[in-house]
């Protein structure tokens, strides 16, 4: 136990006078908010920093293994591959960022939740200079760090496998980070509204994102489902990166038209979802 | 010039207005109080002069600066200890110190040296490696007052600084909040521990159902609302209320509460003579100081703490 005359005299080192002046830590706030704060979201991670590292290792082995090599293997003999590559490089670029999509469905829901309900980290941060807009963007910016990160030992592993042939397959790292912010974005705009336990991301698990790693073109091509349900492609940002994927990872031909939809669904779910986003960040903490 | 100025300030949350149009001001350096009880509308008060909570209407300045649109510049200045506790629990004691900071746009260099004196000063050194739910509740009160000071603010917002402490933790934070008081920090205080309040404010306000119902300093609001001495007798439960018109005319005042009656007069000793005289026998009684418990109690006709 320190002692109390310690406690007291420890006074004129709580005001050291070395601060920065108020007017200039806003200044800093103001411009720099939203980095700081993407630092800080990162930082945070590591409290779970090994789970991350498990799934950023293992699951591209694991997947490789079981749907590239042995589910594979039966494809190529029965079909002679798809899309005229081997199935393990159909499927590995899907897997890639399907798998990326699904680690951001995580960080945008019980942890927004978290941050209004249980742990308040969210109205702790309101009391800085840092704004719920910032807080937002650097929501955005620290995850899309994260699963930027995540994506490059899958990727090294397709190399390994000998899965992404083509010389533009470094991109499918930053287009599945950010097909997961593309998800992630309006989701985080929906786990900010959610005022109960969070029940409902049982829900968002089991009815939206398994639905779409199963049915979005990720083991096969979107027009082998039939026409009815192909919609569920058009919706998810997992087939559009995964299709946009497919291109950089083995050259897939695409019509210019569609790589660019591809992009705009994308990009604009982004926009979208972080404008909502501050929109009820905003409305829930400053009330 | 004030620190703050409070114009007719007002919050409604749909029908209810938490806060009713309060005014007051409050002078650089003050140590200022806002005493009330539940729900009262202390920290819809604080959260608005930090401008994380939009007022209804009335006017607010801190600096000269309204909250609303200056935030950041507003909230540099601040340091914020809220009611309840919102540490980070994904992140280590001191990491909560430094990371805190970072959004004040504070350097690590500078942080690293901070952590480490507000560590010293919250006497969590030992702890600086511990994750926070492994804390007390007292530990992580005293962490949350140290992160309010993380950029070394001349304004404290201090929302119930004390509750979940123990007694000596707490006289140890008086003794330190005066020291920041004597360094020239303005304190702003809510409480419903009348001896806190006594201890640190300057001037306070007591509020009730949003509103402002008396103001002064603590001496000036005892004297002005209570006696001098009050005479607490029990008489039980079931006859507490019965003996009150036996005792009509011996003190300047009488309450009932549940539990207890209370005389006010400035002489205690005599009343309870007095009492004794008219052939009444208390189970206990005791004669005391007025408090600002009192002053409560005679202007809302409620005691203060549920
Ligand atoms: N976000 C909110 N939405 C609706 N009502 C609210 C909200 N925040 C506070 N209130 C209501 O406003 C009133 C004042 O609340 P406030 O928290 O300011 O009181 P308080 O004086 O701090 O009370 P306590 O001593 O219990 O902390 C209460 O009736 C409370 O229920
Ligand atoms: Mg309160």
Redesign the interface.
Known sequence: MTSQSAFLDSNRLVYSGAAPSPSEQARRARRWGWLIYAECRLRRMKAYFGTILVVALLYPVLYLAAMGIGLGSLVNSGVGGIDGVPYLVFVGAGLLVSTIVTESTNEFTFSIMAGFKWEKTFYATQASPISPAQMVIGEVVGVFVRLFAQAIPFWVALLVFGAAPSGWSWLIVPIAAVAGISFGAPLMAYSATVEDEGYQFAFVQRFIVMPMFLFAGTFYPLAQMPPYLQWVGWISPMWHGTQLGRIVSYGMENPLWLTVVHVLALVIPIVVGVALSVRVFTARLMK | MSVIEASGLTKT?GELNAVDGISFEVAPGESFGLLGPNGAGKSTTMRMI?G???RTSGSLTVLGLDPEL????V????G?I?Q?D??????KVR?NLI??G?????SHA?LK??AD??L??A?L?EKADEKVDNLSGGMKRRLTIARG?V????ILLLDEPTTGLDPQARH?LW??LF??KE?G?TLIVTTHFMDEAEQLCDRLIVMDHGKIVAEGSPASLIKEYATREVLEMRFGSERNASVVSQLEGIGARIEVLPDRVLLYTPDGEGALERVAHVGLRPVTSLVRRSSLEDVFLRLTGRSLID
């Open positions: 949350y930090g994380t909570s939009l200056n935030g950041p510049e909230r540099a200045h601040l914020v809220p309840q919102n540490l980070d629990t994904e992140l990491e990371l805190y970072r959004y004040f746009g504070l500078f040296r901070k004196e507000l010293e000063f006497q050194t000071l950029n070394e603010p001349k140890i003794d330190r020291r920041l360094e920090v």
